[in-house]
């Protein structure tokens, strides 16, 4: 079975993932979506996939559109994805955090019959996350640690002197939902433990600025009725592209990959 | 969409499963598959599930069978299963250690298009795993930590004398496979982990029997291109019943309950 597949977006994480598919006969790229402007740029071509600037303009065969393309992007084509049936991956969980806009997406699905997947990026755990939230009530508990640099740019800045720190500070404490308020180039992660766990304003996070960090770290601290679990994970950049998050791309590979394995872990 | 369903196996999981789809629209019980002796017992009925002792009898109209019975039975009926093109769904992973076994049932599902899927019970991130092992290889340890008297019975007692501990002991250092043969019944959570990770003679694991610990532990360790984490949890009884694997019974649930959400964790 060979899936046909659409991405939204050109940028890194893309290209990264279009490198790892060349020689995979499972999965065939039929569209690439990126802003009309982009249609016809010298760089814009991969093997005989066709550029378009619309979810209606997508090859009638393609069964599955994978976003790879940030929160507008994700904003401006995601209602025309499911509306149309097909399968979403998403991973820019951040925009979630809009009920309206995720209610919206949730109540299109379940009238066409399509599904929404979150890639677990640079986090993992989900399937720890969703068991227990099945259970029953659970605190969940995110801590987000990054080298003060990471935070550059952000309301962190307000809070604390980045160039001054000594030791990891912690600058933030609030729920996800404020976290995608506040920090939205940083909420996928604390996004998508908040929708396998307790939703947006149960999940709460704490970020962190680290002057002696080169590497971002995340923390999942988890406690209900099943028991306890933490998972802390270092990401290590991809030697081809260190602003590329490698997890996010195999992430997504590993669900391309799971529809041709047999056996399949969830 | 509403799921017909069949489970192998009526102990405590199975009991405590359907207790918690009483009320779930989504799911329906056809059949139960137990020995044959066992049909007709006065407490074996349930709702208008019908009782059966084999594959070949299932109503037509099941599309997925849960096992949650053990490695014999699994081993009995999941050829029959995935021969019939039905979704499996399997507890018992530490059956998979036998490559003949496994590698027959995923040739057989290949031909007939029928999934295997492995809960995660009582661990969890298989999807950091996963997504880790799709991105080259990766070093993975797992250490399960028991109190003492878990180990009562198992070639533990020729490693150490477990009544005699006053500190944790390290009784079994050697490969997920080596598990699965000498323990098999403690062989599930370090086969899952061998299965979403490196497979049974790749994955490590060190087993560790604990004088004064009251629950039991499980710690995931893996290190690979995309980086390193660590997932430590522990399970607490189920109140309606301890000797049961609440996290097995949930991660069944959890499967089960995916199948109808919009937005999916992957």
Same mark, same amino acid.
């Given at each position: 079975?060979?899936?046909?597949?659409?991405?939204? /977006?050109?940028?890194?994480?893309?290209?990264?993932?279009?490198?790892?598919? #060349?020689?995979?006969? #499972?999965?065939?790229?039929?569209?690439?979506?990126?802003?009309?402007?982009?249609? /016809? #740029?010298?760089?814009?071509?991969?093997?005989?996939?066709?550029?378009?600037?619309?979810?209606?303009?997508?090859? *009638?065969?393609?069964?599955?559109?994978?976003?790879?393309?940030?929160?507008?992007?994700?904003?401006?084509?995601? !209602?025309?994805?499911?509306?149309? %049936?097909?399968?979403?991956?998403?991973?820019?969980?951040?925009?979630?955090?809009?009920?309206? @806009?995720?209610?919206?997406?949730?109540?299109? *699905?379940?009238?066409? /019959?399509?599904?929404?997947?979150?890639?677990? %990026?640079?986090? %993992?755990?989900?399937?720890?996350?969703?068991?227990?939230?099945?259970?029953?009530?659970?605190?969940?508990?995110?801590? %987000?640690?990054?080298?003060?640099?990471?935070?550059?740019?952000?309301? #962190?800045?307000?809070?604390?002197?980045?160039?001054?720190?000594?030791?990891?500070?912690?600058?933030?404490? !609030?729920?996800?939902?404020?976290? *995608?308020?506040?920090? &939205?180039?940083?909420?996928?992660?604390?996004?998508?433990?908040?929708?396998? /766990?307790?939703? @947006?304003?149960?999940?709460?996070?704490?970020?962190?600025?680290?002057?002696?960090?080169?590497?971002?770290?995340?923390?999942?601290?988890?406690?209900?009725?099943?028991? +306890?679990?933490?998972?802390?994970?270092? *990401?290590? &950049?991809? +030697?081809?592209?260190?602003?590329?998050? !490698?997890?996010?791309? @195999?992430?997504?590979?590993?669900?391309?990959? +799971?529809?041709?394995? +047999?056996?399949?872990?969830?």
């Amino acid at each position: 079975m060979t899936a046909n597949i659409a991405i939204i /977006g050109f940028g890194s994480i893309t290209r990264t993932l279009l490198a790892s598919l #060349a020689g995979n006969g #499972a999965v065939r790229v039929k569209n690439i979506v990126v802003r009309p402007e982009r249609i /016809g #740029a010298p760089d814009h071509s991969w093997q005989d996939a066709r550029f378009v600037s619309s979810i209606g303009e997508l090859e *009638a065969d393609v069964d599955t559109v994978i976003e790879a393309a940030g929160h507008a992007a994700l904003r401006q084509h995601a !209602g025309d994805v499911v509306a149309s %049936g097909r399968r979403l991956v998403l991973a820019s969980s951040g925009a979630l955090a809009d009920d309206a @806009f995720r209610k919206g997406l949730e109540k299109t *699905a379940r009238e066409t /019959g399509a599904e929404i997947h979150v890639v677990s %990026g640079a986090i %993992g755990a989900l399937d720890a996350l969703a068991t227990a939230q099945i259970a029953g009530r659970q605190a969940v508990h995110y801590t %987000g640690i990054k080298p003060s640099r990471a935070w550059r740019g952000t309301p #962190a800045e307000h809070c604390v002197d980045l160039d001054a720190l000594e030791a990891p500070t912690t600058f933030f404490t !609030g729920s996800a939902r404020e976290v *995608a308020r506040l920090y &939205p180039a940083n909420a996928n992660v604390a996004a998508t433990v908040a929708l396998a /766990g307790p939703g @947006f304003d149960a999940t709460t996070v704490s970020l962190i600025a680290d002057p002696d960090a080169a590497l971002n770290r995340h923390v999942v601290e988890a406690d209900g009725v099943l028991g +306890s679990f933490r998972f802390e994970t270092t *990401a290590t &950049p991809l +030697s081809i592209n260190p602003r590329t998050s !490698g997890t996010t791309v @195999f992430s997504i590979l590993s669900f391309l990959n +799971s529809g041709s394995n +047999s056996v399949r872990l969830v």
